[in-house]
């Protein structure tokens, strides 16, 4: 069956950095989507990044532009979001999610598989 992992997630200061990544295993086709989401406390989950499954295309919500980069190594069925300048805000359970899709991927769009997530705290 299909599996998501993440792992990476821990307690960082602002203006600091982590790596979270999502290794996958047991899908039967090469090309699917991954995105990444998260949710704070209180709040909704949300969609922050996605990759499709080449990782040509990359696609970032406005309020991590440039502070995030998702990348993947499909040779190791492992996605990456590298997270830098991380602010208080950022605080949330990060979960990685996969669609089957080849060419395209959406931020917010709907997900079959989930990961099962990883706390990124934010915090002096």
């Known amino acids: 069956q299909v599996q998501l992992v993440e792992s990476g997630g821990g307690l960082v200061q602002p203006g600091g950095s982590l790596r979270l990544s999502c290794a996958a295993s047991g899908f039967t086709s090469d090309y699917y989507a991954i995105g990444w989401f998260r949710q704070a406390p209180g709040k909704e989950r949300a969609g922050v990044s996605c990759?499709?499954?080449?990782?040509?295309?990359?696609y970032y919500v406005d309020s991590v532009k440039g502070r995030f980069t998702v990348s993947r190594d499909n040779a190791k069925y492992t996605v990456y979001l590298q997270m830098n300048s991380l602010k208080p805000e950022d605080t949330a359970v990060y979960y990685c999610?996969?669609?089957?899709?080849?060419?395209?991927?959406?931020?917010?769009?709907?997900?079959?598989?989930w990961g099962q997530g990883t706390q990124v705290t934010v915090s002096s």
């Open positions: 990759i499709t499954s080449s990782g040509g295309r990359t």
């Open positions: 999610a996969a669609v089957l899709r080849r060419y395209t991927c959406n931020v917010q769009g709907e997900y079959d598989y």
